[in-house]
């Protein structure tokens, strides 16, 4: 079983940058679907972009769409994602998943992953 852990958030301006580290622990060599959620105060936890780690095939939402990057490492050990021309809504609780074994399916349903990090916070500063 792999397990995730989050690291990377804190406050930053509206138009800055911010890159979120999603690091497993367990056998990363297996292909498995990485994904990135956040969750505004109040709000549902939606789905930002996704990877997999054999094809390295992307998957982003139409609101992150040009500005985020998600990219993992030659080790498959760690999801990044660069988060560009950050936006008040881009703020809130993210966290990253894994689906493995990958189910397919829907790459933003919550449902779709198996394990979950307790989340890194993204804040908007003044």
């Known amino acids: 079983q792999v397990q995730v852990m989050e690291s990377g958030g804190g406050s930053v301006q509206t138009g800055g940058s911010l890159t979120l580290s999603c690091t497993a622990s367990?056998?990363?060599?297996?292909?498995?679907?990485v994904g990135w959620f956040r969750q505004a105060s109040g709000k549902e936890r939606e789905g930002v972009a996704a990877?997999?780690?054999?094809?390295?095939?992307?998957h982003y939402a139409d609101s992150v769409q040009g500005r985020f990057t998600i990219s993992v490492n030659g080790s498959k050990s760690t999801v990044w994602l660069q988060m560009n021309s950050l936006k008040p809504e881009d703020t809130g609780l993210h966290y990253c998943?894994?689906?493995?074994?990958?189910?397919?399916?829907?790459?933003?349903?919550?449902?779709?992953?198996?394990?979950w990090g307790q989340g890194t916070q993204v804040t908007r500063s003044q």
């Open positions: 998943a894994e689906d493995l074994p990958p189910d397919g399916g829907d790459w933003s349903r919550n449902e779709g992953y198996d394990d």
């Open positions: 990877i997999w780690t054999g094809s390295f095939g992307t």
């Open positions: 367990g056998d990363t060599r297996t292909a498995r679907r």
